[in-house]
Structures are given as structure tokens and as C-alpha cells.
């Protein structure tokens, strides 16, 4: 089961944002749309039957509402605390360069190459592997 699940949001992840909205919006449209016409063929109801589950509808939506504005907080704070720490590396990297860079022996002077290529590699293999949950060995040879 786990398995799975695990296909299942790697596949969600690598739909793109504006994919997978749409989707959820066009599906969840389209189903408030067809309930009314499926309901009336469906089901004859009574009136008192029929404003209750409205009701229900309204309630569901309600919560369908709620649990997405929690969600998208969520998400923003998580966005939030990675540009933070995007931010902080690139920070620490730059301070480290100006150091190697203000000391003057010829051997620190050397190693910023290794350094510019140290934050190219995060950038450009560390992150997108980090997004499917693997490490680059190559900015870790860097790094050491």
C-alpha cells in the first residue's frame, strides 16, 4: 500500500501547478453543475428532502472551503521557509567567498573556483534531485 501511495504523489508532483488546478477546479465545477440536473432525474423528491440537502451541499462546501484555505497557508509558509533557507546558503556562500577572497594567501584565492562550482552544482543538481528525494554526488564531493 505504501508503494503506491508513494507512485501516486510522485505523480502528483510532477503535474504542474497550473495542470493541477485546473483539474481540481474543472472537476469540482463540473460536479456542482451536474448534481442539480442528476438529482431531479434521479430522485423525486419531496421538498423538505430536497432544501436538506442543500444544506448538506452548502455544509460540504463550506468545509471543502475551509480545508482549502488551511491548505494554501500551509503551502505558502512551507514557501516561505524554503526561500529563507535558499536565501541563508546563499548568504553563507557569498560571506565564504569574500573571505577566501580578503585572506590572500594564494591557496585560499585557489579554492574559489571550487566554491563558485560548489553553488552551481546545488543549483543546478543538488535541488532537482532533492525534489524527488535523492543527493548529488557531485556537490557533495564539492563540498567536501
Known sequence: MRCVMDIVIRALHSIPNWASFGLVTLTICTAF???????????????????????????????LVLVLAFSLNLVMGQHRQVEEQVQREATLINQLDRGLLRTGPPELVALRPVLIAYASSLVQDEWPRMAVGGRSQEAYTLYN
Do not use: I, Q
Open 33 to 63: 453543475l451536474l448534481m442539480p440536473a442528476l438529482r431531479k432525474r434521479m430522485l423525486a423528491v419531496e421538498k423538505p428532502v430536497n432544501d436538506a440537502a442543500m444544506d448538506g451541499v452548502k455544509t460540504v462546501t463550506t468545509f
